[in-house]
């Protein structure tokens, strides 16, 4: 196992970072796998004296083993775990004052939407929801008070598109914060602070997990004055994981990249099935060449990954429900990213947070469907799809 100043030296490969990076075995057993160390508190050599660890809402061993390896990979010098990955969105807007303004994209995790629209804008937060494919929208915005910029790219659910490094540009031009979730691509797949952004968020229930057996969210940056206030607000605010969930992600890290890998091979398939079927309208994968924004997918990602949206030819709601109501390998479930295949419908689920109003502009319509594509056997899944499409 290795610790990150060795990480630096050696100059690791990816699928290498995942296995060992911020890692080493047990001082006291040699374990090869990080313990859990299942405490509260720590003992002190002498009131106020402690070698690392004092109380474990501040710092955990195993947690802490998850925050370094999350940082080599995104090739990161700090990690911050939190309960959830709304936790780690709440961790981040507050660095920001009451009179502050956010331009975040238009197109946008229904749970994120929420917070910002129901929590934060109640402390006078001022938040501005724009579609990110043309500046002139958000330099419209920009003002004396905009103090940072959010995105998601590949968005949730319409799989936009969003280039990292014109958003970088215009965000040090103007002196702005700019935070990438990147809980889409994973680091195996695209790295944002590789390409100018200042902070980037995950919520690891989803691929960094891998498995649907935990929740969890991350923020990763290089700056240490932010990093130092991202410590302060996980410490006083107390939004941590249990050692417990942070060695499940790190034991399911250690597959990312060969999970990753068959995501994007099967969804790469999937799509081009769904592209060609004659009851589907429009497919929604950035790897089809006929995605908007295909080329910049191409200049910032390495693969396209496993998530996919469509709508049907008729738009019609009983149609969409009767069709994810009745696959049998894809799983009607909300979530995304673990190893077996999900099928879900935005409008009634992952984003029944949002108006109709404003869902539909974005592209979330009645017959929107959102497939998070497995690692199983691709053959069984197109033929789960094609039983149900007969269906309607």
């Not at 790219?153 to 598109?161: F, S």
């Not at 014109?166 to 702005?176: D, R, V």
């Not at 769904?274 to 950035?286: R, Y």
């Not at 949002?354 to 497939?371: A, N």
Request: charged letters at 20%; aromatic letters at 8%; a neutral charge.
């Amino acid at each position: 196992m290795v610790d990150l100043l060795t990480l630096k030296k050696l100059k690791m490969k990816f699928g290498t970072k995942t296995i060992h990076a911020g890692q080493k075995a047990d001082p006291s057993t040699g374990a090869i796998m990080t313990p859990i160390y299942q405490t509260s508190t720590y003992k002190q050599d002498s009131p106020g004296e402690f070698k690392g660890y004092e109380y474990s809402r501040t710092g955990n061993p195993t947690r802490t083993a998850l925050e370094n390896n999350l940082a080599a990979l995104e090739n990161g010098k700090y990690g911050l775990c939190f309960g959830s990955g709304l936790a780690a969105v709440d961790a981040i807007i507050k660095l920001l004052n009451p009179g502050d303004e956010v331009i975040s994209t238009n197109d946008l995790y229904g749970g994120t939407y929420r917070i910002f629209s129901s929590i934060f804008e109640k402390y006078g937060i001022k938040f501005h929801f724009v579609g990110m494919n043309d500046d002139s929208k958000i330099i419209s915005h920009i003002n004396k008070n905009t103090k940072m910029i959010w995105a998601e790219t590949p968005t949730n659910p319409m799989l936009n598109i969003i280039d990292i490094r014109n958003l970088s540009i215009l965000s040090k031009k103007n002196k702005l914060l700019l935070v990438i979730d990147n809980t889409f691509a994973t680091p195996y797949l695209q790295r944002p602070l590789e390409m100018g952004a200042d902070i980037v968020m995950h919520s690891l229930t989803k691929y960094m997990g891998g498995h649907s057996d935990v929740v969890m969210g991350a923020a990763i940056c290089n700056n240490h004055d932010i990093a130092q206030k991202l410590y302060h607000i996980q410490n006083s605010c107390g939004a941590v994981p249990g050692p417990m969930d942070s060695f499940l992600v790190l034991r399911g890290l250690k597959t990312l990249h060969v999970r990753m890998q068959r995501h994007c091979e099967n969804g790469k398939v999937i799509a081009n099935f769904l592209k060609n079927h004659s009851k589907v309208e429009k497919v929604f994968w950035p790897g089809l060449e006929s995605h908007q924004n295909h080329n910049i997918a191409k200049n910032q990602m390495d693969d396209f990954g496993g998530m996919i949206s469509f709508n049907l030819v008729n738009n019609k709601l009983e149609d969409a429900i009767k069709l994810v109501s009745n696959t049998h390998y894809f799983t009607l479930a909300e979530s995304l990213g673990g190893v077996e295949s999900l099928i879900g419908h935005p409008a009634s689920m992952t984003h029944a947070a949002i108006p109709k109003k404003e869902r539909e502009k974005t592209g979330v319509i009645d017959s929107l469907i959102r497939l998070s594509v497995g690692i199983e056997d691709v053959e069984d899944l197109i033929k789960d799809l094609e039983k149900s499409f007969n269906l309607i």
